[in-house]
């Protein structure tokens, strides 16, 4: 394809939704849009059906409300039939869920944006996903931790679901006689 269509910009109030469009948008997710569009900016256009009818991008169209966006980058797809558009909102939503991840180079990523200190939120993972990622370090982490208590008697192991809690705990532990603790 030699003919690609031109970036233009659309007033945001004037771009009309698909009314049949399967994909749902939860609050949470147009909230993850919307810091996504607040950090990096508006890089990926609206495609629309020549005539302002949203084709793909329900989603970002709903964040850039909710920012308050006047108008947004679109590509025009007026070339699309019908049929076609109607099967392009579903085959764009549908191609990207066959996508997978190289776990490993995820949690390589995620380690270094840890480090460089950046809000690993805005990668669109939550704090459930991202723990459940890196169980597997955390396992053998715990299994390593686990034997080297293993050789010292008298000891307790807890685990706790947050920090808050954990430092909760280990306020009350640490005030009671002839109890020694510390955060592993």
Request: glycine share 6%; aromatic share 8%.
């Amino acid at each position: 394809m030699d003919n690609f269509p031109a970036y233009k910009t659309i007033s945001t109030a004037d771009l009309i939704p698909y009314a049949r469009n399967s994909r749902t948008h939860s609050d949470v997710q147009v909230a993850k849009l919307a810091a996504s569009i607040k950090e990096f900016g508006f890089l990926n256009p609206i495609i629309t059906d020549g005539e302002n009818g949203i084709v793909a991008g329900h989603g970002r169209v709903m964040a850039a409300q909710k920012l308050g966006l006047e108008a947004l980058p679109c590509i025009e797809a007026g070339h699309l039939t019908d049929a076609q558009k109607r099967a392009y909102i579903i085959a764009d939503n549908r191609m990207a869920l066959d996508a997978g991840w190289d776990n490993d180079l995820l949690k390589i990523e995620l380690q270094d944006l840890d480090a460089d200190g950046f809000d690993l939120t805005l990668t669109g993972f939550d704090l459930d996903e991202m723990a459940a990622l890196f169980d597997e370090l955390v396992d053998d982490n715990n299994q390593e931790k686990e034997q080297n208590l293993e050789e010292h008697e008298n000891q307790l192991l807890l685990q706790f679901e947050s920090e808050v809690q954990l430092e909760e705990w280990f306020s009350k532990f640490e005030q009671m006689d002839g109890v020694t603790c510390k955060i592993l």
